[in-house]
């Protein structure tokens, strides 16, 4: 795939061409340098309140999971398991009791991502358990809304790009209460 899609010469940009919808060199390109690289939605704090409450989230090909943790921290990882890539938690969500575990060959991982324990685990050479933790993604909480992004992109946290903008009205009797909203 290149990113060297060439636009018509004299495309004007009123809407998209025909091409654009079926496209799949620009449904591939969208998805790596758009979806994957800037901040998605999952859901609200609330959704995954009490320990072990978690939430999935699709796209682009791309698992995601946000979990809390049994120190009641929120996170978000890759929703495949380390040994095979199969989903750790297959529902859209739900409640994982103690760990999560690989429906595939039973790997298991505490709610803060970490390996908890290989089944047969004489069948594998020795390996360091840290080193074998769910892959982490960049996650942010802004007002309570989840964010993640799959790969580092081009866009600054979400808190500065989601700040209303400073705005200086004339002068007048509402000025000074949009200055104390806007200020605050």
């Known amino acids: 795939m290149t990113a060297d899609i060439a636009l018509p010469k004299d495309w004007d940009r009123s809407g998209l061409p025909g091409w654009a919808y079926f496209s799949q060199e620009l449904f591939e390109l969208e998805c790596d340098t758009l979806f994957k690289t800037h901040w998605q939605f999952v859901c609200h704090v609330n959704e995954a309140a009490e320990i072990g409450a978690y939430v999935t989230f699709d796209l682009a090909g791309e698992r995601a999971l946000v979990i809390r ?13 380390r040994h095979r890539g199969s989903r750790i ?18 790997w298991a ?6 390996l908890r324990g290989i089944a047969n685990r004489d069948t594998f050479p020795p ?11 960049e996650m942010e909480i802004w007002n309570g809304l989840v964010f993640i992004r799959f790969q ?19 002068w ?3 000025t000074a209460i949009l ?5 605050r």
């Open 69 to 81: 943790g049994h120190d009641g921290i929120l996170r978000a990882f890759h929703n495949l398991c």
């Open 89 to 106: 938690v297959p529902d859209a969500r739900g409640v994982c009791n103690k760990a999560m575990v690989c429906p595939y060959h039973g």
């Open 109 to 114: 991982y505490n709610l803060d991502g970490g």
């Open 127 to 137: 390996m360091q358990a840290e080193k074998w933790g769910l892959k982490p993604l």
């Open 152 to 170: 580092a992109g081009p866009q600054p946290a979400v808190a500065k790009m989601k700040s209303p903008p400073m705005i200086w009205p004339i």
């Open 172 to 174: 007048c009797p509402l």
């Open 179 to 183: 200055w104390m909203i806007c200020c």
